[in-house]
């Protein structure tokens, strides 16, 4: 639980932001002595690459893949000598995480390497990018919720790692908003896309290990799919819990406040609502320059979700939805991250904005990350976000029986 500890880690946490924007990983005091659990990536090491040997190697990673003492993976695989590294791949934001628009491949500084965008001109890797390759290895942190896209990435690497024949390695990562909370609802099956790969709910609780096993399997993929698992993460772990060292995920995600509140707050993102990107605080702080931010704030009180307290403010984004306009809204702090669910929290923000603003607010727009037309034709009619979440428990029940032979970890 963050209880009092939330100001002191914000505190912490907003200092660092900019050292970690400018040089990636940032290593805190201590961060030198052994973390509490190992990557897949320290497992492998440990193991002297012993999957890897002789091979002709693929890899698909991004600033987000480095050991536990702070080397990336690319370079722990291009000073490997029991194989050859031959082509990097990056998802979206590129292989350095510092884009926010579409990326073109290019060649690596450092290593002379072809670095094939995964989000550029191809959404997946085409059979020239792969047929040099024997086996093809993917080493990236996700955030936990369905629409990150990092993991439809790894679902459409397995794709056509499939059609090529060759293995697809996994080396697991925390879920860093932990693996206990399951929040719907359930993406229609009609409704897949890049923001979407196949029906989850949008807080999923897996890694991203699982998440391969439960995609190779449920979408009949075929991959020769193998994981090296952490050692020592278990299900009730944040990131915090992990002693492993935080790297924002993108140009957005810039703490673990902002992951835990995302898979909420981020439905509101293809509506006409300010989500904090062009702010000091994305995905902390909401608004529009329509809002009233008392009102805002005192109606979000009403609701009384647990485990999230509201302040009034305005905003100016130097970037982004509503660049240089000044917002209304509210800012979000976490008080019991045990408590908080975070779906809860954005359907909530959703039904409020309609009910306040009926006019002004594009409350139809959310189906596009929701993913479910029940919950928004619901939502829009004014029925409460809990009465909306209990609409769908069955189909996410049976998510829950579903993916259990697709855990790994307790």
């Known amino acids: 639980m963050w209880n009092g500890r939330a ?59 480095f050991a536990a003492d702070g080397t990336s993976t690319i370079d722990l695989f291009f ?18 995480g510092m884009s926010d628009e579409k990326v073109s491949s290019s060649v690596d500084e450092a290593t002379g390497l072809p670095v094939y965008s995964l989000y550029g001109k191809s959404l997946r890797p085409t059979p020239d990018m792969l047929k040099d390759l024997d086996i093809l290895v993917f080493d990236v942190q996700d955030v936990g919720a369905r629409f990150y896209t990092y993991i439809t990435t790894m679902a459409y690497c397995m794709e056509e790692a499939a059609k090529a024949d060759i293995p697809f390695i ?34 999923h609780g897996m890694t991203v290990g699982e998440l391969a ?32 060292i935080w790297a924002n995920l993108s140009p957005n995600m810039r703490s673990i406040l902002a992951a835990l509140l995302y898979p909420g707050v981020c439905l509101l993102e293809r509506t006409n609502i300010s989500v904090g ?5 994305p995905f902390e702080i909401i608004g529009a320059p329509w809002i009233e931010p008392r009102r805002f704030v005192q109606a979000l009180k009403s609701a009384r979700v647990p485990g999230i307290q509201y302040s009034p403010v305005y905003f100016t984004p130097d970037a982004s939805k509503y660049k240089g306009v000044r917002c209304g809204g509210a800012g979000l702090l976490i008080t019991d991250s045990d408590r908080l669910n975070s779906v809860l929290l954005g359907m909530t923000l959703a039904s409020v904005l309609n009910k306040l603003y009926p006019e002004q607010f594009k409350i139809d727009n959310i189906i596009e990350l929701l993913g479910n037309e029940s919950a928004t034709k619901m939502l829009k009619a004014g029925q409460s ?22 855990l790994i970890y307790d």
């Open 277 to 281: 990107r062009g702010t000091d605080r």
């Open 385 to 406: 976000p809990v009465k909306v979440l209990r609409s769908d428990s069955s189909n996410l029940r049976k998510f829950l029986a579903r993916r259990q032979k697709a």
């Open 79 to 96: 000073k490997a000598k029991a194989f050859r590294l031959v082509a990097l791949f990056s998802p979206e934001h590129g292989i350095r």
């Open 7 to 65: 100001p002191m880690i914000r505190s912490a946490l907003s200092a660092a932001i900019s050292a970690i924007l400018l040089f990636g990983p940032l290593k805190l005091p201590g961060a030198d002595k052994a973390p509490a659990v190992l990557n897949g990536i320290d497992v492998l090491r440990q193991r002297n690459f012993d999957l890897l040997s002789g091979k002709r190697v693929g890899l698909v990673t991004n600033h987000t893949g």
């Open 170 to 203: 996994v080396l697991d990562r925390p879920n860093p908003i932990g693996g206990v909370r399951v929040e719907g609802p359930m993406l229609d099956a009609d409704k897949t896309s890049f923001t979407g790969y196949m029906p989850l709910p949008v807080r």
């Open 213 to 244: 096993r439960y995609f190779n399997t449920e979408n009949r993929i075929g991959a020769r799919l193998q994981v090296v698992p952490m050692q020592g993460w278990r299900r009730s772990f944040y990131f915090w819990d992990t002693g492993q």
